[in-house]
Structures are given as structure tokens and as C-alpha cells.
């Protein structure tokens, strides 16, 4: 579903992605841990074009995204973003978070699209938030707000940009429990996480990044039990 | 003559004078919204062009006295490029090309100051710049920059007395001309001293709640 060939990305003469490699596959659950720094995130953020590739070649269901001819908009439409500080729009109850996109783009009428936010409410959890601004809420409701959000364009993937980094740690469980039902529910994920326990227990992949390169790249068990890498050891010693 | 009768001689057309302000006031912001507006986004695009016709234009603006410009609009280009302006349009033109300028740093530094996670956020979801920019930045923008527009709203006002050069009868020139056949000068312009006072206070009064009420 993803196919991402030879990518490098340069920031002028900091290259912070080296040449990467890596495929995931439709329902597949794939997460990207490593040390800050390493490049986890501009990675993701290459994937749905909020930054452009110096090199390389990523294809979406066989589609060149960084092509010229690409609708960068068509695309995102079909990738889910979630953002480590939410960036629910401030100004919009939760509801019209969630249905502000589908009615502009999808010209959803506005009633169908609040059935639609309500059930993804329900999904969440926050079935009682609905009217409710985001300054009102916590950490982690902002974020399965956000998660709702997302899944209201009905994307194909969903990206995860360090959902958790910014929660409290008692706000950490509900959100990754959320993903958990998403992950469940058959959807591809792409998630850039310090969650470790989480990677080990939902990933069907995990890749190990560290400087720009993938250092390695194996089922979940395998990584954190037995890793091959000096490297990944080396950090996997640090965090667990 | 004293102080009842001069008021009630020269209220009237001081109060025209008055009306004649907050005219010129009120079109001259929505010119120099709309001109801070697109220069505004001009000058936080990723065009280089644009943002040097944004840039020009503020610091030409910045760069010369109103009444240089007011002078300009009214005397120099119609003679220039042959075409006759009543001097109301003129003043119109010059405070809301004047308070333009000033608005376009309100507008960027109002853009500027969402968090950039909110373009992101709109942007993956599928809408177009445009769309983001009108439908999720703006809206928030425009509430942090209330503070800045009110104080620009104020200053234009009182710029509007630079007009009577200009021969406009606002409520300066309004004074003027009744100085000039009563010779009570320091009644007179206590009056229009309070007059633009009071006018000033209701707005700002006015705005500051608008604002309370408007916080995110």
C-alpha cells in the first residue's frame, strides 16, 4: 500500500533522512521507534507530503506522491494525520472538528456528517463531548477528538506522529486503546511512537531508526526480545 | 455670548462635522481591511514577487506623512494623470491607503500567530491552502489581532483631522470655520477635543467587550 524507495531529505545541508526503504501492507500496522533526532517523524511527515522528499520515490496505492501531476490534496484525503499536540481547531466545538472537513470536501450535508461524528464519538469514547470546545478538554480527549477527526474523511491509512508524547501518563492508556480498536478494526497504521509496550503488543512491524537510516526492521517480538543491531540494543537497553 | 449660546450655535455643525468623521473613518478601515487584508497574505506567501509588492507598499506608506499623501491624492495625481476627485474620496482614499499599510503587519503578525500545527492539521485533511487559510487560520487570526485593529480603528480617526487641509469640513475643519467668525478658540476646540474623546471611549469600551466576548 506503501511503498517508499531510496528516500533522503535535507533541511539545506542537515540531511535528516539518509535513504530509507520500507513497504507496508494494506492492515498492516507498522511502528517506527528510535531516539529523537532520528528522523522518525520527517519520515511520516514525508509519507502525506507536510514535507517534500529531496530523493527517492514514495508510492501510494501504486501512485508517485511527490509527482508534479500528484492532487497533494486528493492524496491527503485518504491519509489519516494525527499530531503529537492534537491541533484540534480551537475555534470549532468537537463536532464541527470532526465534520468541518467531510462537509467541505466530501460535500457531505451537514446532518449525515453529524451522524457521522457522532458514532466516531461514540467510537472514542466522548459521545458527551460533543458540543463541548477543545479548551475544555484534557490531553487525552483532545487527542481521541483528533483521532475522530481524522477518521471522519474515512482515510485509508492512518499516520500517528508521537500521539502520546504530549499526554500526561494517566492520559496515555485511552488513547493508545483507541488505536488499539482502530488497529483491530483492520486499518493500516503507520505509528511513530516512544510507546514501546504498545509497539510490542499491537505492530505487526516494528523498524528501528536511528540518524537518518533504518538500522533495523522486524516483527515486534523478535526486536525488543532479540535485537540484532548494536545499535537498537543500545537504545532498546535505554527505554525499556 | 456666553457659554450656552456659543454651544448651541456651533453644536450643529460641529456635529456635522462629526458625522463627516466617522464617515470618512468607517470607509477608509474597510478599504485599508481589505487592502491590509490582501497585502497581507501577499506577504506571507512563499512568492517572492508578492511579498515584494507587500513589502513596497508598507514602507512607501510608512515612509511619508499622511498629509504628504493626503496632498498627493488630491493635488498631484489628478494633475498628473488628468482626472478631477472630490476631496472627500481623496481623504477617503488617503486614510484608508494610509491605515492599509498599517494593517497588513496587523494581518500577518495576527496569521502568524496561530500555531503552524493548525495549517498542518487542515492541510491533512485534504483542503487546499486557500480553504485552510480562510476557514481555520483566519478565523483565529482575526480574533488575536481585535487589540491591534481597535488601536489602528483609533489612530485612523484621529488622522481624519489631518483632512481638513484638504478643505473637508470634518469636525476639525468644522472647528476652524467657526474659530474663524466667533474668535472663541478655547471653547471651541474644548469641545471638539471632547466630542473626538467621548466618540474614542465609546469605541474602545465597545471593543474591549466585543473581545471578552470573542476569546477562544
Known sequence: MIEARGIKKKFGNLEVLKGIDFNVEKGEVLCIIGPSGSGKSTLLRCLNRLEEITEGTIKIDGEDIHDRKTDVNKLREKLGMVFQSFNLFPHLNVLNNITFAPVELKKMDKKQAEEKARYLLRKVGLEDKALVYPEKLSGGQKQRAAIARALAMEPEIMLFDEPTSALDPEMVGEVLQVMKDLARDGMTMVVVTHEMGFAREVADRVIFMDDGLIIEEAAPEQLFTAPQNPRTKDFLSKVL | ?216
Do not use: C, H
Not at chain 2, 19 to 47: E, H, P, Q, R, Y
Not at chain 2, 194 to 216: G, H, K, P, Q
Open chain 2, 1 to 216: 455670548m456666553d457659554f450656552i449660546e456659543l454651544f448651541r450655535e456651533s453644536f450643529p455643525s460641529l456635529l456635522s462635522g462629526l458625522t463627516v468623521t466617522l464617515k470618512i473613518t468607517a470607509l477608509a478601515l474597510v478599504i485599508a481591511t481589505l487592502l491590509g487584508l490582501l497585502f497581507g497574505l501577499m506577504s506571507i506567501s512563499n512568492n517572492k514577487l508578492l511579498m515584494f509588492i507587500a513589502r513596497i507598499y508598507v514602507d512607501l506608506i510608512r515612509g511619508t506623512p499622511l498629509i504628504v499623501q493626503a496632498f498627493f491624492i488630491y493635488f498631484g495625481l489628478p494633475t498628473a494623470l488628468d482626472f478631477k476627485i472630490n476631496a472627500f474620496s481623496a481623504g477617503v482614499a488617503a486614510v484608508g491607503i494610509n491605515a492599509g499599510a498599517y494593517m497588513v503587519e496587523i494581518f500577518r503578525a495576527g496569521i502568524m500567530a496561530v500555531d503552524k500545527g493548525q495549517m498542518e492539521a487542515a492541510r491533512s485533511l485534504g483542503l487546499s491552502y486557500r480553504k485552510s487559510m480562510a476557514k481555520i487560520i483566519l478565523p483565529q487570526a482575526v480574533r488575536k489581532m481585535i487589540p491591534a485593529f481597535i488601536n489602528q480603528f483609533i489612530i485612523s480617526l484621529k488622522d481624519t483631522s489631518i483632512l481638513s487641509v484638504i478643505g473637508i469640513r470634518e469636525l476639525t475643519q468644522s472647528g476652524e470655520i467657526i474659530i474663524a467668525s466667533n474668535y472663541r478658540a478655547f471653547e471651541t476646540w474644548g469641545m471638539i477635543g471632547i466630542m473626538y474623546f467621548v466618540i474614542i471611549m465609546l469605541l474602545s469600551y465597545t471593543a474591549r467587550s466585543l473581545e471578552r466576548r470573542l476569546v477562544i
